[in-house]
């Protein structure tokens, strides 16, 4: 399994800034995910983040609010832009295991915006 | 398109009772099958998965789950739970080839009480 951190952990924001939220995996892997959990429901995919290429974002989320970094295999960020209190949420990278079917998430950054 | 069913949003039970936690879901071709779960304040970790082979498969913790095809089910169960087992648990799959990209129920809460 790989072993993923995220920095920060959580952090409480005001209203129309930006928190850029870091990934960072032991491994090189070519695909990373960034998922969203909003208070007291399931896990939405936000984008499909390759190397070297645009990320692909899934319905209902844009690059202009959610921007993301690919500079290199074992690292990305996501950029939660102009924040309101609605975008407050947990956010969670995850990876491909090696060779395997299975995804991988890190601990989650828990986003408070007031 | 696939989607995943978990019937109870909240499951409570007594400490060193059996519990199942249920998970439908439907999909036009097969799919990759997991179970996972989330302690308080903490990422996911992965339980148990169905790729192939023996439909009764077994994880962590003492769970274990059974894909039944002609159901299209996959639910968890465990013989005995204890406290410790307090946790929201996610249903998900994903399909073969598809970059891992996994659909998540709606969660689980499971509680358990002494």
């Known amino acids: 399994s790989a072993v993923i951190s995220q920095k920060p952990s959580r952090d409480i924001c005001q209203r129309g800034t930006s928190l850029t939220i870091q990934c960072q995996v032991d491994s090189q892997v070519t695909m990373m995910f960034w998922y969203r959990q909003q208070p007291g429901q399931s896990l939405t995919l936000i984008a499909t983040a390759n190397q070297g290429s645009e990320a692909t974002y899934e319905s209902g989320f844009v690059i202009d609010k959610f921007p993301i970094s690919r500079p290199n295999l074992t690292f990305s960020t996501l950029t939660v832009s102009n924040m309101s209190p609605e975008d407050s949420s947990i956010y969670l990278c995850s990876v491909p295991g090696q060779g395997t079917d299975t995804q991988y998430f890190g601990p989650g950054t828990r986003l408070t915006v007031l | 398109a696939q989607s995943v069913t978990q019937l109870d949003s909240q499951v409570p039970v007594f400490e060193e009772a059996p519990v199942e936690l249920r998970c439908n879901y439907s999909?036009?071709?097969?799919?990759?099958l997991f179970w996972y779960v989330q302690y308080p304040n903490q990422g996911l970790q992965l339980l148990l998965k169905?790729?192939?082979?023996?439909?009764l498969v077994k994880g962590i913790n003492g769970f274990e789950a059974e894909f039944n095809k002609s159901q299209t089910s996959f639910h968890l169960r465990k013989p005995s739970v204890h406290i410790s087992d307090t946790a929201e648990y996610f249903c998900?799959?994903?399909?073969?080839?598809?970059?891992?990209?996994?659909?998540f129920g709606g969660g689980t809460r499971l509680m358990v009480k002494p």
């Open positions: 169905y790729l192939s082979g023996s439909t």
């Open positions: 999909s036009s071709v097969s799919v990759y």
């Open positions: 998900a799959v994903s399909y073969p080839n598809a970059g891992n990209m996994l659909t």
